[in-house]
């Protein structure tokens, strides 16, 4: 059996979206009821991303990757697919992630807000070497960002896409993802101005072909 992973996905919502109240709300929440009824679910925490408003960031803990797979090849699933379909106004983009347990999403998620970082490789990349620039930077960086709320981290089991890796052809890009834990979006630009910073950000430009960064408000889901 293999590993727990994350499942994260990035789903754009209709325009003027609201997830609180109403028959959205009733939607979303029967999506997210749907997941945590599946074998293998663990847990599930959703927010919005700050920088792109109408669009979701959902990331779902399973016990291995077996499990979520099966959900998506079972007979529920075209159902579940289209029940959720009004509130979507594009495909959504789904990926796995390997956290380790002993950096567990749990920490920065429950956070106020959470830095992610996605990380993009070409094939060469050495993954033990960028672990250990990333055990480094995670030493290093929460011992002087006395702000940080937790750290997780792990490799992206599917090849992606960005265009500055093989030209941007589908799915050459190796991808890495971590999740930092603040108090606020303004908590994280305020370390990005000072000198600790600068002396432990080098860790994670070493050797990445392109870096993107939002912000997620998450939410944990629990079961009415």
């Known amino acids: 059996m293999s590993d727990p992973v994350v499942e994260v996905a990035y789903l754009p919502m209709v325009a003027g979206i609201n997830l609180e109240k109403g028959e959205q709300a009733t939607i979303w929440s029967d999506t997210l009821t749907t997941i945590a009824a599946q074998p293998g679910f663990i847990a599930q925490y959703w927010g919005f991303k700050i920088e792109e408003p109408e669009t979701v960031q959902l990331n779902v803990e399973w016990d291995n990757i077996e499990s979520h797979l099966n959900f998506t090849q079972s007979p529920a699933y075209g159902p579940f697919l289209e029940h959720l379909t009004p509130l979507l106004s594009a495909r959504p983009h789904l990926f796995h992630v390997g956290i380790s347990p002993s950096t567990p999403l749990s920490g920065p998620v429950s956070a106020p807000v959470t830095e992610c970082i996605s990380i993009f490789f070409d094939s060469s990349i050495s993954r033990s070497a960028y672990n250990a620039n990333i055990d480094k930077f995670r030493e290093e960086g929460t011992a002087k960002a006395k702000d940080v709320i937790g750290m997780a981290n792990g490799w992206v089991v599917e090849g992606q896409t960005h265009e500055k890796v093989e030209e941007g052809e589908e799915g050459k890009a190796v991808q890495y993802t971590a999740l930092i834990g603040w108090p606020s979006v303004e908590a994280h630009m305020e370390f ?33």
């Open 192 to 224: 990005r101005k000072t000198e600790e910073f600068s002396n432990v950000i080098g860790y994670l430009r070493d050797g990445p072909k392109g870096l993107k960064v939002h912000h997620v408000a998450f939410k944990k889901y629990v079961k009415a």
